[in-house]
């Protein structure tokens, strides 16, 4: 079979056999699935905790105490981080394994594993470290503008179009950050169904190094992109394909020699999903003054500021955004850059003897350190602020009016978007243009 049907559809479970990386347990038949939630694996168990069943002691809790094992030292307690599961459709190996629930009636039972990433077609059980990891995120291809296709067009005297040709070419990738030689690279791909002809663009992030990594060291990077894209828009982006590559684990020809890297598909939960959208996003900050170099910027202001984006990412991806826990949480945010740019920038000049600043203190620091601010009446915004944060924060406060919470949650976020926008590099005059489209624009208004 192809290695196009190697894929893991959610709802349709697999049955193969797995190996476990142990040469003294022999090969058994397990179920794995994707429940569109985890990717699971079933374990089915005989003579369950016994030692007829090599498996079965993977979901013995510290509790339970074994006679022919005190110390346990002569059997496995927990599951092994990566597992390889084959079935006629290929292989797949499980990074991340764990012990899930575990079900038994007597002597039989099966136990669930569940696995962080699930690589398609791989063929050993090293992946829990590698070399490349390359994701497709299609908000950066409408956030930087980025195409390798050229179009040209011939028109006749009667301005009727003659002939139509398009070109793809593999574009050059952009170096954005040394971190895990981060790399930025427009790609395409083509399809023929039912004699038509299909073209697609996208624009696709890559890390890749020399000695493997850790996929923790891999994603923190790709979603530090995904963060930023998100932000400037203000809507929860996901990611439409990822794919890992190992060195040792390459594309081979039929007699076995190595013909290439290799970049295998990867199925995961730990990454939100691109949702199509019914109309092309705008951003606050235009990629054409960012750039390569604000991108660098970005990866290491999230670092230093991340008790900043944090909470401004828990807002954007939360099921409720404009409720009070949002407000606590601009407040947060808020709280907390203000004290960073005074610690960081003016050496503290603002705090107390106790090194401590004000929530209304840390607001006008904020305003200072920035070009243009997004709302009008700063002084009126940080009573606003304070009151609001303070009322929701606290039992013995009063709280704001509803409407004048949801407007001073706007207008946090507002701030601290352009102070982001700012600092990597965005000019005043493009942010209050495109402040004009974007999500945040219009203030919330009472209801006749």
Known sequence: MSNTENKLV??????????DGNPG??????????????????VPLQHVWGAEDPYGRWWADDTIHFGDDPDRTLYEYRPPRVLLMGDPRGTVVLVGCRAADFHCNHKIGEGRIVANFAVLG??????EKIQGLRSDLPALAAWTRLSSMSVEREISD???LQSFEMKLDNATPIQLARTLNLEMKSTWRIERPNDSFLAYEGVELFTTVKRARSWGEHLEVHQAILDLVSITA?????????SAQRTDDPETSISGDAMGERWLPVETHRFPPHEPWARTPNFLFPYNEIGPRGIARWLQLRKTYSRVIAPLMNILRSEHPWGQPSLVQSGIALEALGYLIDTQKHEGKNLNSRKQMSFKSGLKVIADDMESTPIEG??????RATAAFMGAKHPD????????QLNTLRDNLLMV????????????KSLNAALTFDPLANKFVPLD
């Open 417 to 428: 978007r352009f102070w982001i926008g700012l600092q990597l590099g965005a000019k005043p």
């Open 25 to 42: 347990t022999e090969s058994i038949a397990v179920m794995l699935q994707n429940t569109g939630k985890v990717i699971e694996l079933t």
């Open 10 to 19: 959610p709802g349709k479970p697999r049955l193969g056999w797995f190996i």
């Open 158 to 160: 009667s301005n009727r």
């Open 122 to 127: 791989a063929t050993h059980l090293k992946y």
């Open 397 to 404: 406060r009063n709280e704001s009016d509803s409407l004048l």
């Open 234 to 242: 203000w809507k929860p982006f996901g990611i439409s394909r990822l």
């Open 378 to 383: 700063i002084d009126e915004w940080a009573e």
